[in-house]
């Protein structure tokens, strides 16, 4: 029952923070969204629901926003720099990145994160592994460009959603 309340509060949440309307008229379609998705999901959300109510993990999702902006504006100055600057060097590959992250979530939120970086693309996930286009390969050792890539976002990822 708790496990189909929180979908509830989740669900009828992101469509307030989706539609930033607050007329009786939205709420009550929110209402009736998030009623209608958790009798429809209820039983396939999350088997580890209680840690939605973590406050740890909430702490490490505001550090996370902050490193993840931090690391797209200086990999934005480092892409306009390679386009405005035409000798600079470009050594484009696709690179296998080992993660440790269990979970589908943290893997999505990775991949995500990795591809809204300016410079690099998630291509694929298979299994534990990420092949990513990176712009500019510095390194054939896998443990470097894991590092480089990931491994930022990977710790914070497993504190969030892997509690």
């Not at 209608?36 to 580890?48: C, D, H, I």
């Not at 060097?89 to 589908?104: A, E, M, N, R």
């Not at 390969?137 to 990822?157: Q, W």
């Amino acid at each position: 029952m708790m496990k189909n309340i929180t979908l509830f509060i989740v669900v009828f949440l992101l469509w307030l923070l989706f539609t930033f309307n607050l007329q009786f008229a939205n709420l009550v379609v929110g209402l009736a969204a998030a009623f209608l998705t958790t009798a429809l999901f209820g039983k396939r959300f999350l088997s580890r629901w209680r840690s939605f109510y973590n406050p740890r993990r909430y702490f490490w999702l505001i550090i996370y926003i902050f490193v993840f902006i931090w690391e797209c504006v200086k990999a934005n100055f480092d892409v306009a720099y390679r386009v405005s600057c035409p000798k600079m060097p470009i050594k484009p590959g696709i690179v296998k990145v080992k993660t440790s992250l269990k979970t589908d979530i943290a893997k999505t939120f990775l991949s995500n994160s990795i591809t809204m970086t300016p410079g690099t693309i998630t291509v694929d996930v298979i299994g534990e592994h990420l092949y990513v286009h990176w712009i500019y390969v510095k390194s054939k050792d896998p443990e470097v460009y894991t590092h480089k890539i990931a491994g930022r976002f990977e710790n914070m990822l497993k504190r969030i959603f892997e509690l």
